[in-house]
């Protein structure tokens, strides 16, 4: 099992071809499992939970979310932050619960949805399958706290 970390400046990472080595998130009809530890922050186990519903909303199938990587399908998303998911620990170091959430939501953005899906009404485009392409690809760090945006309901002119 690889890492992937993106940079916008690359290649998409996503895609629904499938190479000999890719992650099949979606393929012929198969989800894979998203696996994220109950005792990691709220802030994981929310983007984990997003992140599953938007690869429904692209594929229409359902991944499996497991809070232990027992038993995990071959081709798993783990999501998690250092010291506060034992499977991380053990793969991994230099995460933080911000970086995790924004890694979820990363790849949701990778596969087609828009932050813009839940305020704007704008769905994603349907697919059959979901692939991260196999390679190393590196993200730089979140510039932005919150995903999101801020409407100003004291101003005039958001009423008639």
Known sequence: MG?????????????ATYCAGDVK?????AAADLCVAREDYKVA??????LAADIERV????????ETADGL?????????????ATIDALVRGSDRRGTAFGAYDLSREIGVSPWYWWADIPPQQRDA????TGRY???????????IFINDEGWGIRP
């Open 73 to 85: 399908s071959p081709h798993a998303v783990l999501i998690g932050t250092l010291g506060h998911s």
């Open 138 to 148: 590196r993200q730089r760090t979140p510039f932005v706290k919150y995903r999101g």
């Open 45 to 50: 186990n929310i983007a984990a939970g997003d």
């Open 3 to 15: 890492l992937a970390t993106l940079t916008p400046a690359q290649t998409p990472a996503v895609g």
């Open 25 to 29: 998130l979606v393929h012929q009809g």
């Open 130 to 133: 979901l692939l991260i392409r």
């Open 59 to 66: 594929t229409g199938l359902k991944l499996r979310v497991k």
